[in-house]
């Protein structure tokens, strides 16, 4: 079965400080690979995703990430973080087969959280 | 992108009663919306998927008795929690995806209280 795993549960940083966060996926099939932010009792929103092409794909609020089919890893990185960049950083994975019936499969998320 | 808007977003209820959360698809077409949990400072626990004019499937552990899930049209996917116990005290959150749309859209979810 599909899984994701995020190893780290909080990434304190400081603000202007760069930062990664990490994400590994267990399937070997071809997938497609999501980065959400989620804030306080809000839903979630899309930083980026990976469906196909170049490996390093940029997303909003200057977050960027690099598929490494090798390492089955998606990293989220931004050079540069501010305050206001602090929430909950999921990633995700869904089987390139399977159209619009196919579920995403969670981490368990990473907080960052950007100390001033 | 697409907006899906999910109600209400916060509801306070009393031990016993049932409660119905919506979630709209407001500009496209969702065959399947799928519902999550979501506890504090926890990941998001898929609970069922939301097919349109079917029955919804439910993941493993989750009793269909207690979550009721309805799609009756392309834009509206409804959960109701029946009997509510201060346990289903929890945030829920929908998602949507539009067909041959790689991509999801969720609500804003619903925090749900039980008192």
């Known amino acids: 079965a599909q899984s994701v795993t995020q190893l780290d549960s909080q990434v304190p940083v400081f603000e202007e400080a760069p930062v990664e966060l990490r994400c590994n996926y267990s399937?070997?099939?071809?997938?497609?690979l999501f980065w959400y932010v989620q804030y306080p009792n809000q839903g979630l929103q899309l930083l980026l995703k990976y469906l196909s092409g170049s490996t390093l794909v940029k997303g909003i609020n200057g977050f960027e990430a690099e598929f490494n089919k090798s390492q089955t890893s998606f990293h989220l990185r931004k050079p540069s973080v501010h305050i206001s960049d602090t929430a909950e950083y999921f990633c995700?994975?869904?089987?390139?087969?399977?159209?619009?019936?196919?579920?995403?499969?969670f981490g368990t998320g990473t907080l960052l959280a950007v100390q001033p | 992108g697409a907006v899906v808007s999910q109600h209400p977003s916060r509801v306070i209820c009393k031990s016993g009663t049932s409660v119905k959360i919506e979630c709209r698809s407001l500009?496209?077409?969702?065959?399947?919306m799928f519902w999550y949990r979501q506890f504090p400072k926890q990941s998001l626990m898929l609970m069922a998927t939301s097919n349109e004019g079917s029955k919804a499937t439910y993941e493993q552990g989750v009793e269909k008795d207690k979550f009721l899930i309805n799609h009756a049209s392309l834009t509206l996917s409804t959960l109701t929690v029946t009997s509510a116990h201060p346990e289903d005290s929890s945030f829920y959150i929908c998602?949507?995806?539009?067909?041959?749309?790689?991509?999801?859209?969720f609500g804003q979810g619903t925090r749900l209280t039980v008192v």
């Open positions: 995700a994975v869904r089987d390139l087969y399977g159209g619009a019936t196919n579920k995403l499969i």
């Open positions: 399937s070997s099939v071809s997938v497609y």
């Open positions: 500009d496209f077409q969702a065959t399947t």
């Open positions: 998602s949507a995806n539009e067909v041959m749309n790689t991509e999801a859209f």
